[in-house]
């Protein structure tokens, strides 16, 4: 009798055949994607059982533009190339916005430690990076509230909105990696300090120096040598200088929204990795 030949011919290694392995990558890769969207979408659902956050946070990008915007649009003490003041503001205080939302976010992974929950995520098969990077994508979804709310009362004051739909999805991408890297960065403090008092004074430390050292609220030409340099290596700089050129009818960005975006891309890539390594920390 002729026996059969086996239809998956033994490479003598152990290893999968070729087009095997790369359809079985192929599968993991977007099984990975699927637990990170999932995670994403238990991030954003929390907005409904506390839809007031939305309220409150929008308070403070509010008296930015209404009172300090104001203000200093009469005074005309920062140079603006030209611009009045108020549109020069309205993309810093945007991103200000996001970065607030953002930085605090991570206390709920001490929370979720308390209740038991991080110890069954990482009991599942869901990869470390696919629960960060999750966690960072329910951040973005979360900052692209307040950006709407800040690009609407920017239009109420006159502001010289862009009606781009191109402009706008750009704004979008800009605002959800923004706030990918703050939520990250605040996942990574909170894994390292594990204690909700620690956590938030470190975050309100955090904020301030990553807001005013940056060109948010006036440009990086007027600031001394050495503030400049920091300036540069904020990666807060990069998203307001995104967001101002796509934002703003006549907007223009210093370096390049192809160049602002790739930044962030890369630094949201690198806190995804580190925050993967450092997440069981949390409960140890």
Known sequence: MKLHEPAVPFTGSGSLPAPLAQQRRRTQLLSDVAKTFT?????????????????TRAVQPALWLLIFGQVFTRVRAIPTGGESYLDFLAPGILAQSVLFVAIFSGMAIIWERDLGIVHKLLASPTPRAALVAGKALGAGVRGLSQGVFVYLLALLLGVRVSHSVLALAGLA????????????????????????????GIGQVMTMPLFFASNAIYPIGIMPGWLQVVSRLNPLTYEVDG????????????????????????????????????????VR
């Not at 995670?39 to 007031?52: G, S, W």
């Not at 703050?182 to 909170?190: E, G, K």
């Not at 890539?269 to 925050?275: D, E, Q, Y």
């Open 243 to 282: 967001l101002r050129a796509l934002m703003l009818a006549d907007g223009a960005s210093s370096y390049g929204v192809g160049v602002d975006a790739l930044i962030l891309l890369a630094v949201a890539s690198v806190l995804i990795a580190l925050g993967a390594r450092l997440y069981p920390n949390v």
């Open 39 to 55: 995670i994403a979408e238990v991030e954003v659902r929390k907005i409904r059982h506390d839809p007031t956050e939305l309220v």
């Open 173 to 200: 991408a800009l605002i959800v990696l923004g706030a990918a890297i703050f939520a990250t960065f605040s996942l990574i403090v909170a894994c390292i300090v594990k204690s909700r008092e620690r956590f938030m």
